[in-house]
Every structure is written in structure tokens, then in C-alpha cells.
């Protein structure tokens, strides 16, 4: 198969040289790049896309423990981005100074105006938010940490009642 030479590659199937960023990587190869370009690749996805889908059906129903793991490590990273991103701790202020929750498990974003269940809905859900925080590049303006306490009192009541 072609190998990548002088930032060159040949593609295996259209037959053209192309720099390497046009090659996606792949640890199972000599060159650490996959022996196709990435529009080649693309245009076979396009032409499979329905058995694709299939195999990639029936691979996760009989994988499905492995799939449930994998996707509650990847939820937990991408909360753990937005924890690091937004401070780590709960930054609801109180008569006794700053909550300061920082367990990760007690943290989740507060958006200022009220409007989380909207947008988190919007978004279609929890998850997907703190996603779309990342590609937001952590917006500051309308988002903060709090822990679950102040969060969910302050959707419900209105107010945070560690500041009563």
C-alpha cells in the first residue's frame, strides 16, 4: 500500500498524491495514515451509508455492555471539560460567603436568566448542553456552576436557600 513520503501521499483509490492532512490517521498501518483520503473515504460512507448503518446496528446490539460503559465514560469527560472550564465549584454566594460545592457529582451549569430548561430542552438535554457549551467556547455571560442544591432550588423557587 502507499506510503506517506516528503509530506505526500497516493491514495489507494483515486490514484492522486495528496499532502498528508488530506488522510486520516490509522494506528494499523505503517505510515500511522489510512491508505484512502478523506473525500475518497467520505464518497464510500455516502455510497454504504444504509449496510453502515446496519453493521453499526448490530455491532452495538451485541456489544451493548461495552457501549453503555463507553458512553458513561465519554458523558463523564465532557462534564469534567466544562466543570474544569467553568471554575470547578459551586458559585452561588450566601450570607455565609460562597457554597464552594466542588464534588463532581454535585455540580452541574446554572444559566443566569432562568432560561436552562428551555434551552437545555432546546438542545435535547443535559448532556447535549454541556456539548454544546464546548463548542461554544464556554460562553461565560449567561452560564455558571452551582452545585445540584442551588441549581434545582433556584429552578423551582426561584432562590437559592442557602442566601435566606
Given amino acids: 500500500m502507499p506510503k506517506a513520503e516528503g ?19 490509522d494506528k494499523f498501518t505503517l505510515d500511522g495514515l489510512c491508505y484512502q483520503c478523506k473525500s475518497c473515504q467520505k464518497e464510500w460512507r455516502i455510497e454504504n451509508s444504509e449496510s453502515e448503518r446496519i453493521r453499526g446496528k448490530y455491532w452495538r446490539d451485541n456489544n451493548k455492555e461495552h457501549c453503555v460503559k463507553h458512553n458513561k465514560e465519554r458523558t463523564k ?16 454566594k450566601h450570607k455565609k460567603g460562597i457554597c464552594g460545592e466542588a464534588a463532581f457529582e454535585f455540580l452541574s ?21 454541556y456539548r454544546w457549551l464546548i463548542k461554544n467556547n464556554y460562553p461565560k455571560g449567561n452560564f455558571e456552576l452551582h452545585c445540584m442544591n442551588c441549581n434545582f432550588s433556584k429552578g423551582k423557587y426561584g432562590y437559592c436557600p442557602y442566601k435566606k
Fill in 7 to 25: 509530506g505526500i501521499k497516493l491514495c489507494s483509490k483515486c490514484k492522486k498524491k495528496k499532502s498528508l492532512n488530506m488522510f486520516i490517521k
Fill in 77 to 92: 469527560n465532557i462534564k469534567q471539560k466544562v466543570i474544569d472550564a467553568y471554575g470547578c465549584k459551586c458559585v452561588c
Fill in 109 to 129: 451549569i446554572q444559566h443566569k436568566d432562568g432560561s436552562g430548561g428551555k434551552h437545555t430542552k432546546a438542545l435535547g438535554g443535559p448532556n447535549r448542553l
